[in-house]
């Protein structure tokens, strides 16, 4: 087969996609060994936001969560952001590395298993068209494709953002969920999402801001559950 064939002259695996040192071709997600070791993969998060759970929590949710009107049933992330997961986040989406997009998906797909989670379309995180124009691409859209190529569900980009809205790291939750406000909206009204289960996609998850202003519109045009999947996130500070 022709995939074969491209997979033996550009293959995947060659070099772990940290280190940069040479690993076997079936090493997993691309990683060498001591690369994949020091990844913090969660695997005991918040059932609701899915921020990692120490010993200090007592139950399933986290005291953020206790009080938070999240709209979402639930949200998965599967790595503790750090330095090396921001290396690897920064060269796919700045970087022009878009084959991370693969090993990623890889990641999110073990996650979505390992925990059960079913649905029936997946939705990309959309960047305004100014933000995409300048980069390029859309990096949640690229881990989305490849996650649809392993799971076999359809991709449904179908949500626009109008607003072209300042980078929202540095903001706090309520900062974020002003700057958020009518931003999103949907690029169509068939009835292709009535009462359908939603996977929203993308690669950090800080607040959840960003997730729940999409999940609102989702829900409103007819959708029964949202989940959410990013690669990472941090330890719960809000």
Same mark, same amino acid.
């Given at each position: 087969?022709?995939?074969?064939?491209?997979?033996?002259?550009?293959p995947?695996?060659?070099?772990?996609?940290?280190?940069?040192?040479?690993?076997?071709?079936?090493?997993?997600y691309?990683?060498?060994?001591?690369?994949?070791?020091?990844?913090n993969f969660?695997?005991?998060?918040?059932?609701?936001?899915?921020?990692? $759970?120490?010993?200090?929590?007592?139950n #399933?949710?986290?005291?953020?969560?206790?009080?938070?009107?999240?709209?979402?049933?639930?949200?998965?992330?599967?790595?503790?952001?750090?330095?090396?997961?921001?290396?690897?986040?920064?060269?796919l989406?700045?970087g022009?590395?878009?084959?991370?997009?693969?090993?990623?998906?890889?990641?999110?797909? #073990?996650?979505?298993?390992?925990?059960?989670?079913?649905?029936?379309?997946?939705?990309?995180?959309?960047?305004?068209?100014?933000?995409l124009?300048?980069?390029?691409?859309?990096?949640s859209?690229?881990?989305?494709?490849? $996650?649809?190529?392993?799971?076999k569900?359809?991709?449904?980009?179908?949500? %626009?953002?109008?607003?072209?809205?300042?980078?929202?790291?540095?903001?706090?939750?309520?900062?974020?969920?002003?700057? $958020?406000?009518?931003?999103?909206?949907?690029?169509?009204?068939?009835?292709? %999402?009535?009462?359908?289960?939603?996977?929203?996609? #993308?690669?950090?998850?800080?607040?959840?801001?960003?997730?729940?202003?999409?999940?609102?519109?989702?829900?409103?045009?007819?959708?029964?559950?949202?989940?959410?999947?990013?690669?990472?996130?941090?330890?719960?500070?809000?």
């Amino acid at each position: 087969m022709i995939s074969d064939f491209i997979d033996y002259i550009y293959p995947r695996n060659i070099k772990c996609i940290l280190c940069k040192n040479p690993i076997s071709k079936n090493n997993s997600y691309s990683l060498c060994k001591d690369c994949f070791n020091k990844l913090n993969f969660i695997n005991n998060g918040c059932l609701n936001c899915g921020k990692p $759970l120490t010993d200090f929590y007592k139950n #399933d949710i986290c005291s953020n969560c206790e009080t938070n009107e999240y709209v979402f049933t639930r949200a998965l992330s599967c790595v503790e952001y750090d330095d090396n997961i921001h290396k690897l986040i920064y060269s796919l989406k700045y970087g022009a590395k878009t084959y991370l997009a693969y090993n990623i998906a890889e990641i999110m797909n #073990d996650k979505l298993e390992y925990e059960g989670v079913k649905f029936d379309y997946i939705i990309p995180v959309p960047l305004h068209k100014n933000r995409l124009r300048k980069r390029g691409y859309n990096q949640s859209l690229l881990i989305c494709k490849q $996650l649809s190529k392993i799971n076999k569900k359809e991709v449904l980009d179908i949500v %626009i953002r109008n607003k072209n809205t300042q980078f929202l790291s540095k903001l706090t939750k309520k900062e974020r969920i002003k700057k $958020l406000q009518n931003v999103f909206t949907l690029a169509t009204n068939d009835n292709k %999402i009535y009462k359908k289960d939603l996977l929203i996609v #993308d690669d950090i998850f800080t607040t959840g801001t960003t997730v729940n202003e999409i999940s609102k519109k989702l829900l409103n045009s007819g959708a029964n559950k949202i989940y959410a999947i990013t690669f990472a996130t941090g330890k719960n500070i809000y």
